[in-house]
């Protein structure tokens, strides 16, 4: 374990670093923050949760100190940001967005703006007028500035890629190649990825000038801080007697639960807040600030429990997270990566579990093949599974976003789990429950 002082950093930063808590470097910093400072072009693998976030955005603090210091008469003149975050959520660009006022505490007069979908266009031309230091935004919003002329890149020294496998999955790609056209040529790329095979692989090509390629972990990392667990269901009313049990152990500081659909998660909400849980739903459907409302009551532990989709929890750091539960599978394996790594942050334990039916079985194969981990399969006292553990089909493929074995674009009607209403409904359903559409309720 090294300090932050032996990595070069400016006084100014290592006393925000210390104002902050930070002591020591993780890895991802040790290794990307000397080769970021020299101006290098970097293709980073990083797992979730290793400090990917302050390994380029101390770098991006040192090129505005750098400026700072300057002369009047020798600074140049700006049309527009020094430093562009490009991230793929809402969520992990405010994320990235706090830590940049964080890190950049003694940064005298430190403007940063961000531009995501769902916030009002007004707010957003009104942080963008001026001298701007550092923009964080989505692609789509970006694009949509852009166009409009109320955004010039003609002044980006540093150019970062957060999650750049995320955005090309979520379609940017021509966004990206847009973007980054319309800053110079000499800029700084700094590309972050989970992996770099395929088109991500190709696109830092493209934009990267001999890049040094740093990768700390991947995605047979052991977790050492995360327990994994893997429940086998009988069917839905079993595995909602299982989430049920679980939620109620005194262990649980804050869970994350994660569903396969919008739907799923508002009505899954519902149903916990019905049974007295502190519970919200966080989703891509929601209004940004309603999704934001929502991420404030986590961080301030007005809520205990978030129930979310993929996307919408990408860039949650909140560090009380003890657990992870899957109650809806990962559309991908990678994705199952991901999920976990929102527990056992900041040096803390966590525990991560997945609750699977029969038709589940493909997938964790799939996550269990991919992670080059078995998944340890435990039992809850009143719950076992009345039927044996399943075995996997090796000729599944993924069929739609619920998982493997489910015919894509068909549910079944409804999305699994919803309850339908009629008479005969399952006793833990609630008929006619109404969505709450994000908002979180406490117990009375």
Same mark, same amino acid.
Do not use: C
């Given at each position: 374990?090294?300090?932050?002082?032996?990595?070069?950093?400016?006084?100014?930063?290592?006393?925000?670093?210390?104002?902050?808590?930070?002591?020591?470097?993780?890895?991802?910093?040790?290794?990307?923050?000397?080769?970021?400072?020299?101006?290098?072009?970097?293709?980073?693998?990083?797992?979730?949760?290793?400090?990917?976030?302050?390994?380029?955005?101390?770098?991006?603090?040192?090129?505005?100190?750098?400026?700072?210091?300057?002369?009047?008469?020798?600074?140049?003149?700006?049309?527009?940001?020094?430093?562009?975050?490009?991230?793929?959520? &809402?969520?992990?660009?405010?994320?990235?967005?706090?830590?940049?006022?964080?890190?950049?505490?003694? %940064?005298?007069?430190?403007?940063?703006?961000?531009?995501?979908?769902?916030?009002?266009?007004?707010?957003?031309?009104?942080?963008?007028?001026?001298?701007?230091?550092?923009?964080?935004?989505?692609?789509?919003?970006?694009?949509?500035?852009?166009?409009?002329?109320? %955004?010039?890149?003609?002044?980006?020294?540093?150019?970062? +890629?957060?999650?750049?496998?995320?955005?090309?999955?979520?379609?940017? *790609?021509?966004? !990206?190649?847009? *973007?980054a056209a319309a800053t110079p040529k000499q800029r700084q790329t700094v590309m972050y990825s989970a992996t770099f095979a395929g088109h991500v692989g190709q696109l830092a090509q493209q934009l990267l000038r001999d890049p040094l390629r740093v990768e700390v972990t991947s995605h047979t990392d052991t977790h050492?801080? !995360?327990?994994?667990?893997?429940?086998?269901?009988?069917? +839905?009313?079993?595995?909602?007697?299982?989430?049920?049990?679980?939620?109620?152990?005194?262990?649980?500081?804050?869970?994350?639960?994660?569903?396969?659909?919008?739907?799923?998660?508002?009505?899954?909400?519902?149903? +916990?807040?019905?049974?007295?849980?502190?519970?919200?739903?966080?989703?891509?459907?929601?209004?940004?600030?309603?999704?934001?409302?929502?991420?404030?009551?986590?961080?301030?532990?007005?809520? &205990?429990?978030?129930?979310?989709?993929?996307?919408?929890?990408?860039?949650?750091?909140?560090?009380? !997270?003890?657990? %992870?539960?899957?109650?809806?599978?990962?559309?991908?394996?990678?994705?199952?990566?991901?999920? !976990?790594?929102?527990?056992? &942050?900041?040096?803390?334990?966590?525990?991560?579990?997945?609750?699977?039916?029969? &038709?589940?079985?493909?997938?964790?194969?799939?996550?269990?093949?991919?992670?080059?981990?078995?998944?340890?399969?435990?039992t809850i006292v009143g719950l076992e599974p009345r039927r044996a553990e399943p075995q996997p089909m090796p000729a599944a493929r993924p069929a739609g976003r619920g998982g493997f074995g489910r015919p894509a674009g068909k549910p079944g009607g409804k999305p699994f789990g919803r309850p339908d209403g009629k008479?005969?409904?399952?006793?833990?359903?609630?008929?006619?429950?109404?969505?709450?559409?994000?908002?979180?309720?406490?117990?009375?």
């Amino acid at each position: 374990m090294m300090s932050f002082e032996s990595l070069g950093l400016k006084p100014a930063l290592l006393r925000a670093l210390t104002d902050a808590g930070y002591t020591t470097a993780t890895d991802v910093q040790l290794r990307a923050i000397p080769p970021a400072l020299e101006g290098r072009d970097l293709m980073v693998a990083s797992s979730t949760g290793s400090g990917k976030t302050a390994s380029f955005m101390l770098p991006a603090m040192t090129l505005l100190l750098a400026a700072r210091a300057l002369p009047a008469a020798e600074r140049p003149r700006l049309t527009g940001p020094r430093i562009v975050v490009l991230a793929p959520t &809402r969520e992990l660009a405010m994320q990235v967005a706090r830590a940049a006022t964080i890190y950049g505490r003694h %940064v005298p007069g430190l403007r940063v703006a961000t531009v995501v979908g769902g916030v009002p266009y007004g707010a957003q031309l009104k942080a963008l007028r001026g001298p701007l230091d550092i923009l964080v935004a989505t692609p789509g919003r970006l694009i949509d500035h852009m166009g409009s002329g109320k %955004v010039q890149l003609d002044s980006v020294e540093m150019f970062v +890629l957060d999650e750049a496998d995320r955005m090309l999955d979520m379609g940017f *790609i021509e966004d !990206i190649q847009h *973007i980054a056209a319309a800053t110079p040529k000499q800029r700084q790329t700094v590309m972050y990825s989970a992996t770099f095979a395929g088109h991500v692989g190709q696109l830092a090509q493209q934009l990267l000038r001999d890049p040094l390629r740093v990768e700390v972990t991947s995605h047979t990392d052991t977790h050492a801080d !995360i327990e994994q667990r893997l429940h086998w269901a009988d069917d +839905l009313e079993h595995k909602n007697a299982l989430l049920d049990h679980i939620l109620t152990e005194r262990s649980v500081d804050q869970a994350l639960v994660f569903t396969s659909t919008q739907r799923d998660a508002d009505w899954l909400a519902d149903r +916990l807040a019905d049974m007295g849980h502190a519970v919200a739903s966080l989703h891509g459907g929601m209004p940004q600030g309603r999704r934001t409302r929502v991420l404030q009551g986590l961080r301030s532990k007005h809520l &205990r429990v978030l129930v979310a989709t993929d996307v919408a929890a990408r860039g949650i750091d909140v560090p009380t !997270i003890s657990h %992870v539960i899957n109650y809806g599978m990962p559309m991908k394996a990678e994705d199952y990566v991901h999920r !976990i790594g929102r527990t056992g &942050r900041a040096g803390r334990s966590g525990l991560a579990v997945t609750l699977a039916e029969r &038709r589940d079985a493909q997938m964790v194969h799939h996550i269990q093949r991919f992670t080059t981990q078995r998944i340890p399969t435990a039992t809850i006292v009143g719950l076992e599974p009345r039927r044996a553990e399943p075995q996997p089909m090796p000729a599944a493929r993924p069929a739609g976003r619920g998982g493997f074995g489910r015919p894509a674009g068909k549910p079944g009607g409804k999305p699994f789990g919803r309850p339908d209403g009629k008479p005969g409904a399952k006793p833990w359903a609630k008929p006619g429950a109404r969505s709450s559409g994000g908002g979180f309720k406490r117990p009375v």
